[in-house]
């Protein structure tokens, strides 16, 4: 079929659904960009947070496995759906399996943090990092400690985190 056919054929209403189709890819993409860069720093804050909650997952961990649930916690009730309660040693195996799947998965998340960070490394400036998003210090008072202005924080903070952001999410951070 000849180009001049194939145009021929078209519905004005198809061109107009295409038009919209790309404006919306398009304002997506940027929208990814910008959400992975958030997504990246809110990552970043809960990076410390994740490692206390860790370590007191595990304490508590420990602690049910020599004492058992009672021993922790009152009013542990679990029931099941069919309405039946469980008896003390399913109801310690519940919180058991709860503990170790929620250590597992902060452990997962630090490592890929962990990871992530590596890329950076070896940049002068990944300080910065560790500064804004782990010891949650101001602009200022980095850049006071880094020498500094506030604005030279302000831009290797955005460059480190959009690699960071890059090495999270993939192409998608890119766009």
Avoid: W
Wanted: net charge negative; hydrophobic share 35%; with cysteine.
């Amino acid at each position: 079929m000849s180009e001049t056919r194939v145009e021929e054929s078209r519905n004005p209403g198809i061109d107009e659904i295409i038009r919209k189709a790309v404006v919306a890819t398009r304002l997506s993409c940027a929208r990814d960009t910008k959400d992975a860069f958030k997504a990246t720093e809110k990552r970043l804050y809960a990076y410390p947070v994740l490692q206390a909650k860790k370590k007191d997952d595990e304490e508590m961990l420990e602690e049910i496995m020599r004492h058992g649930v009672n021993g922790h916690g009152r009013g542990i009730t679990r029931i099941v759906k069919n309405g039946a309660r469980m008896e003390e040693d399913e109801i310690k195996a519940a919180v058991v399996i709860d503990l170790k799947t929620a250590i597992a998965d902060d452990q997962h998340e630090i490592e890929r943090i962990e990871k992530a960070l590596e890329q950076i490394a070896d940049d002068e400036y990944r300080d910065i990092v560790r500064y804004k998003y782990f010891e949650q210090k101001t602009d200022d008072e980095i850049a006071e400690q880094m020498h500094c202005a506030s604005r030279t924080v302000r831009a290797h903070k955005s460059r480190l985190v959009g690699r960071l952001s890059v090495f999270l999410y993939g192409a998608a951070a890119l766009l």
